[in-house]
């Protein structure tokens, strides 16, 4: 076990709709980056969170938005669900004062369907 | 901008044999990390290795090695001694040195069979 808990696991929502997902990051991490999986894919960078600001996007339209808590839990919201939006979605922290180790501590994600 | 290929098709693996997944990357930065990731039918993903591009030695971590060709770009990673456990998708991926997000490639499945 990693220590990062995502909630919730699994959600079904209809396009147009609008979803928060939730991630409680691993204690005394203060990054938290958010990936989306599509079936049968790697995953994919969506952005990452440092002390409460936003540290880093990849190529997402600003209906995938976040936040990041004094407590560096995150959430991710998604507006206006289109299908393309059904995925996994991880959530991964790291340790302070890190550089490039590799240390991402993974959820189990969210698996959200958009029907 | 990054870009990791990995182009096998799944694998059945003996138990205890060695297994070599195939990574072939493309970077515009000088520094650079790899990483293998593992990925079991929970959804977790499971870090293995780590390589710097500025790391003379190949990495290792338990079963798990890293053949790290940099004219070649590729990072190929071998398991050796597999397990049952050991099945699942295995992900190669790659970030510029300094920061941890990572781009990954489409992975590998490898199922360990007794």
Redesign the interface.
Known sequence: E?GVTQSPTHLIKTRGQQVTLRCSSQSGHN?V?W?QQAL??????IF?YYREEEN?R?NFPPRFSGLQFPNYSSELNVNALELDDSA?Y?C?S?RPG????????????S?LTVL | AQKITQTQPGMFVQEKEAVTLDCTYDTSDQSYGLFWYKQPSSGEMIFLIYQGSYDEQNATEGRYSLNFQKARKSANLVISASQLGDSAMYFCAIAPYGNNRLAFGKGNQVVVIP
């Open positions: 990693t990054t980056s990936y049968g894919q790697g995953p994919q960078f990452q880093g990849g996994l991880l991964a790291s890190l550089g490039n180790t590799g240390e991402l501590f993974f959820g189990e994600g698996r």
